[in-house]
């Protein structure tokens, strides 16, 4: 797994979200953004997380932050999963993986004594000019807010 760094420029990516709309990382240059990506939509600890930027979202989007969730379910999926708690920020349904391998977070993981390849939940902080300034591989599901903002 080669997960982008603080520093790095953030990957040129198109994809859909959760209608199909397209969204563009040009789309964000002059802006903030957080990128978080998550396992699986509709599961506990990636609900937890995504509820928790949601609960946040007026704090964040009042210091400048436009925020992303990115996974590799379907815009069906994705869809549904915003709808049933009416997340204020778009999804992107990346089932080609195209933005979750740019991004450098799909990899070996351990669940449970079992080894698979999956999506690592790791949330990338970029800054104005499309620089990563703050990558997060630690993320409490919780308070993901908070880590954003310290």
């Not at 797994?1 to 603080?6: A, P, R």
């Not at 964000?28 to 609900?47: D, E, H, R």
């Not at 009042?62 to 925020?67: I, L, S």
Request: proline fraction near 4%; hydrophobic fraction near 40%.
């Amino acid at each position: 797994m080669n997960t982008l760094k603080v520093g790095d420029k953030a990957p040129n990516f198109t994809a859909l979200d959760e209608n199909g709309n397209p969204i563009a990382m040009q789309d964000f240059i002059g802006k903030k953004l957080i990128v978080f990506f998550y396992p699986k939509a509709n599961t506990p600890t990636c609900t937890v997380e995504s509820c928790n930027l949601s609960d946040n979202y007026k704090l964040l989007t009042d210091k400048g932050y436009e925020v992303i969730g990115v996974s590799a379910d379907s815009q069906k999926a994705q869809a549904n999963f915003k709808k049933k708690y009416k997340f204020p920020y778009p999804l992107i349904a990346d089932v080609d993986k195209e933005v979750i391998n740019a991004f450098g977070v799909w990899g070996s993981k351990k669940f449970m004594g079992r080894t698979f390849d999956g999506i690592h939940r790791i949330t990338f902080v970029i800054d104005e000019k499309g620089i990563i300034t703050k990558v997060i591989d630690d993320v409490k599901a919780k308070s993901h807010a908070s880590q954003i903002l310290e």
